[in-house]
């Protein structure tokens, strides 16, 4: 019997293409991302149907996390000046006695969450180590707290130009804090906010849902 | 001829004299470059931040005390939206009753529809009057911006509000194009029915 012969196949393939979409991919992310900035402190935003984009610089952020406590910074990328004149203004009108080492230190301290009597403590850390300390939070109260001091000081600072409030809050902190914060941000007649929101879609068959997908 | 080699008799193709020279596969394993490509997109996955946070603007009044200053909300028109512990939502339409007969109690999806159903109704009881024309002037023609002109909404969370539960209700403002609306401290007489509700559901 004449035996048949399967002609043997080779197993293999070709990976081409399959490469090339891959770096398709890649390059596609490459050019896309945005790494994240640092965070010191882990917040989760609340989802909105807001579609503003966030100013990334001429803000001052007021970060209110899981706990309640509240973080306060300054954000100018360009004008490192501010921050100087932010921290004189608060030395000046807190009396706190910082030595001029501190405030240069200050120009790195991402993120500020303490009382003014320890404020002194957090700047004589070097900037790398600020993280490790636990930070309990600027004081706030019904009458806006220190945090006021802080607001008033970026606004004179910030004079003449447009400066943004932004205000991120975690899902689980508590609504009176956040209305402490507002308190504090009103003692310095600032009555516009900036929320930070994740974004997601509106919600079907609603009116925003309507508008935006007839003029889409 | 005389041959030189043997070799290379399989194929007869060969002229004489040529020696064949051994084919190597032009192939590749692109095995560990894939690999390779595959870690990089997946740490570039993980590191992105595709969707960039955006702002949701929130306008408060200015703290008066001067009476003529203050917006004042028709009766008619007004819904006021409490928040409460553990997402629930509590309204009522008007003035709260002194017995709370119109407090009800909801949730975030449940309120929507309320919203929505009360506009309607402001919309339905809306009476004409000449200011009517300059509103619509100023609003492109939109007509309803003259209608639910009365329609004002209340929000107040209480002290176990979370945050979350705040931009939630300003975002279904947003959803539902209500354009007259203030966040307002919660009143004693509203947060303990509020709380006698709470207790009453075993919250």
């Not at chain 1, 400066?163 to 402490?180: E, M, Q, R, W």
């Not at chain 2, 030189?4 to 190597?24: M, Q, R, T, W, Y």
């Not at chain 2, 209500?178 to 004693?188: E, G, L, N, Q, S």
Request: aromatic share 8%; glycine share 6%; charged share 25%.
């Amino acid at each position: 019997m004449p035996s048949v012969k399967l002609p043997k196949k080779s197993t293999f393939v070709d990976m081409t293409p399959f490469v090339d979409v891959a770096f398709l991919i890649l390059t596609f992310f490459i050019m896309a991302t945005k790494f994240k900035p640092p965070e010191p402190i882990e917040v989760t935003t609340p989802n909105s149907v807001s579609t503003t984009e966030l100013p990334e610089s001429n803000a001052v952020l007021i970060t209110i996390d899981k706990e309640g406590k509240v973080y306060f910074t300054i954000l100018s990328e360009k004008d490192k000046s501010v921050f100087d004149e932010v921290i004189n203004a608060v030395n000046s009108s807190r009396n706190l006695g910082l030595t001029d080492a501190e405030k240069v230190t200050y120009r790195k301290t991402y993120i500020v969450g303490v009382a003014f009597s320890q404020l002194k403590q957090l700047l004589d850390l070097p900037v790398d180590q600020q993280k490790n300390l636990k930070q309990p939070g600027i004081p706030v109260d019904s009458t806006g707290g220190e945090l006021t001091y802080w607001v008033q000081a970026a606004k004179s600072a910030f004079a003449g130009q447009q400066l943004k409030y932004l205000i991120k809050g975690d899902n689980n902190s508590k609504y009176p804090v956040f209305k402490d914060v507002i308190e504090g941000l009103k003692k310095n007649d600032v009555y516009k906010y900036n929320l930070i929101t994740s974004p997601e879609d509106a919600p079907a068959g609603t009116e925003l849902y309507k508008q935006r997908h007839k003029a889409g | 001829m005389a041959q030189i080699e043997g070799g290379g008799d399989d194929s007869h193709k060969k002229g004489p004299g040529v020696k064949k020279a051994k084919k190597l596969s032009t192939r590749v394993d692109m095995t560990p470059m894939v690999d390779l490509g595959f870690l990089l997109i997946t740490f570039f996955i993980f590191t992105t931040t595709m969707s960039s946070p955006k702002a949701l603007n929130l306008n408060m009044p200015k703290d008066t005390k001067n009476e003529e200053e203050l917006n004042k909300a028709k009766e008619s028109g007004a819904l006021t939206i409490m928040l409460g512990k553990n997402n629930a939502v509590y309204y009522y339409e008007g003035q709260l009753a002194p017995d709370g007969s119109n407090f009800k109690a909801t949730n975030f999806s449940g309120i929507r529809d309320e919203i929505i159903n009360k506009r309607n109704d402001v919309i339905k009881s809306h009476v004409h009057d000449a200011n009517c024309a300059k509103i619509w002037a100023e609003n492109k023609g939109d007509k309803n911006s003259c209608l639910d002109r009365d329609f004002v909404v209340v929000i107040k969370p209480d002290q176990d509000a979370t945050y979350k539960n705040t931009v939630d209700i300003l975002d279904e403002m947003t959803i539902n194009n209500v354009k007259r609306y203030a966040m307002v401290d919660i009143t004693p007489q509203e947060y303990e029915v509020v709380q006698a509700t709470e207790k009453n559901s075993g919250k």
